[in-house]
Nanobody, 115 residues
Framework: VQLVESGGGLVQPGGSLRLSCAASGFTFSSYFMRWYRQAPGKERELVATISNGGGSTNYVDSVKGRFTISRDNAKNTVYLQMNSLKSEDTAVYYC?????????WGQGTQVTVSS
């Protein structure tokens, strides 16, 4: 299993970024996928979840209405569209998969929201 995130960077408050997570080594279309984030000095938190078919999504309250999780099962990729970014969104963002009781994480991508 391999999860590779991309798309992070430095953005001004109010700006947008789209994160991508390219997955391989398993049947992508069969599994829920999640995005987590970890800010400096804080615990890792679940940001968004998407069902295997993409028809069901969930978000932490702090990002509802601003972030959108989506997936392309033909490309084995999950996305996180982040709009109206705030300084408190600054964190390392991780793609996550639970597969047969095991936990898999990507390497993370840094998102910094600052003027």
């Amino acid at each position: 299993v391999q999860l590779v995130e991309s798309g992070g960077g430095l953005v001004q408050p109010g700006g947008s970024l789209r994160l991508s997570c390219a997955a391989s080594g398993f049947t992508f279309s069969s599994y829920f996928m999640r995005w987590y984030r970890q800010a400096p000095g804080k615990e890792r938190e679940l940001v968004a979840t998407i069902s295997n078919g993409g028809g069901s999504t969930n978000y932490v309250d702090s990002v509802k209405g601003r972030f959108t999780i989506s997936r392309d099962n033909a490309k084995n990729t999950v996305y996180l569209q982040m709009n109206s970014l705030k300084s408190e969104d600054t964190a390392v963002y991780y793609c996550y998969l639970r597969l047969l009781g095991k936990h898999y994480w990507g390497q993370g991508t840094q998102v910094t929201v600052s003027s």
